[in-house]
């Protein structure tokens, strides 16, 4: 019987909405891996390892250095261990004031119920002109 993991990615996108990051955290394995998308503004080079670093260096950085951030999906599909997202991220970098409205196209990978891998794709544009404080050019 092959599982079925939508209910949890839905999970994940509804507990991040209201800001619950422990619960948000919860649905990870300890050994997740996190890839933001390349050349995202917290890109490291490497994919964050584990619920504690992926909250530091990802969630707490976003909500530290944003106002209103969302990630509002508009589409999610799932064939047993992989559920794919696609949606919206809005927000405001603080030190700026510019605004984003990016597409996102999340991939997550499911062991044991839980979530084990999670891949990032985005414009990556909007977010790197939004911190230097440029307007994009994408429709807002």
């Not at 050349?39 to 260096?57: Q, V, W």
């Not at 997550?108 to 977010?127: C, E, H, L, P």
């Not at 790197?128 to 807002?140: D, I, L, N, S, Y």
């Amino acid at each position: 019987m092959v599982n079925d993991y939508l209910p949890v990615v839905e999970r994940f996108y509804k507990l991040y909405a209201r800001k619950d990051v422990p619960a948000t955290m919860e649905l990870f394995d300890p050994k997740v891996e996190m890839h933001p998308a390349e050349n995202f503004i917290y890109a490291i080079g490497k994919p964050y390892i584990g619920p504690d670093e992926i909250r530091n260096s990802i969630f707490d950085r976003i909500d530290a250095e944003w106002d209103g951030f969302s990630a509002t999906t508009e589409e999610i599909l799932g064939a047993g261990e992989v559920v794919i997202a696609r949606g919206r991220y809005r927000g405001t970098y603080k030190l700026t004031g510019t605004t984003i409205n990016a597409e996102f196209v999340h991939v997550f990978r499911f062991k044991n119920g839980r979530i084990v891998m999670w891949q990032s794709y985005t414009d990556t544009a909007q977010f790197k002109e939004a911190v230097h404080g440029q307007r994009a050019g994408a429709a807002q």
